[in-house]
T-cell receptor, first 120, second 114 residues
Framework: NAGVMQNPRHLVRRRGQEARLRCSPM?????VYWYRQLPEEGLKFMVY????????ESGMPKERFSAEFPKEGPSILRIQQVVRGDSAAYFC??????????????????FGDGTRLSIL | AQSVTQPDIHITVSEGASLELRCNYS??????LFWYVQSPGQGLQLLLK??????LVQGIKGFEAEFKRSQSSFNLRKPSVHWSDAAEYFC????????????FGRGTSLIVHP
């Protein structure tokens, strides 16, 4: 059973370009979470999605950032007009649908290996 | 809103020595508590979790943690550290109601000397 798959593992963009990060959740998981990790910091929650719905985007910057989780295909985190401050590791986590809460009654979030985004 | 403090940015221990990583949280009720480990270039792996019940929880790789309500702490321990334990360790707290989304500490980097 494959884990959470994120691609690309590394992404380099120039300032002003767009960055697209993909996350395929574990099989059977319909909840996806995106986190950002700055150097020497913990993970900061960005957005929580279920299939075709954004449930909580309280951690998402108001401009340039967007996320989607379509009915078919991976979840996408999109950053438009990237700036140097967007350089970070972006992690995706997934959890199954049949639990009592997003953090999973007994099944924690499963994390992908992240996408390291570097802005030149 | 909940918050997590990991007061130690770096911890250095000798292989075979015991380990304790500190975690303090702030939350109005009993939260859900987690410890994760992150190896370089990889995502987070769950070591253990506390939801309710026995305040001493056992995890994978020989780790354990104790929830102390009076101290708002959830310290991670291991009796004998192995060189392969060198990694970044994150404590996380999630509310036991509402959004359930966890808040992570800034992490403690564990260095193991031979």
């Amino acid at each position: 059973n494959a884990g959470v798959m994120q691609n690309p593992r590394h992404l380099v963009r120039r300032r002003g370009q767009e960055a697209r990060l993909r996350c395929s959740p574990m099989k059977g998981h319909s909840h996806v979470y995106w986190y950002r990790q700055l150097p020497e910091e913990g993970l900061k929650f960005m957005v929580y999605l279920q299939k075709e719905n954004i449930i909580d985007e309280s951690g998402m910057p108001k401009e340039r950032f967007s996320a989607e989780f379509p009915k078919e295909g991976p979840s996408i985190l999109r950053i438009q007009q990237v700036v140097r401050g967007d350089s970070a590791a972006y992690f995706c986590a997934s959890s199954p649908s049949s639990f009592q809460g997003p953090v999973l009654g007994n099944q924690p979030q499963h994390f992908g290996d992240g996408t390291r985004l570097s802005i030149l | 809103a909940q918050s997590v403090t990991q007061p130690d940015i770096h911890i250095t221990v000798s292989e075979g020595a015991s380990l304790e990583l500190r975690c303090n949280y702030s939350y109005g009720a009993t939260p859900y508590l987690f410890w994760y480990v992150q190896s370089p270039g990889q995502g987070l792996q769950l070591l253990l979790k506390y939801f309710s019940g026995d305040t001493l929880v056992q995890g994978i790789k020989g780790f354990e943690a104790e929830f102390k309500r009076s101290q708002s702490s959830f310290n991670l321990r291991k009796p004998s550290v192995h060189w392969s334990d060198a990694a970044e360790y994150f404590c996380a707290v999630a509310p036991s109601g509402g959004s359930y989304i966890p808040t992570f500490g800034r992490g403690t980097s564990l260095i193991v000397h031979p």
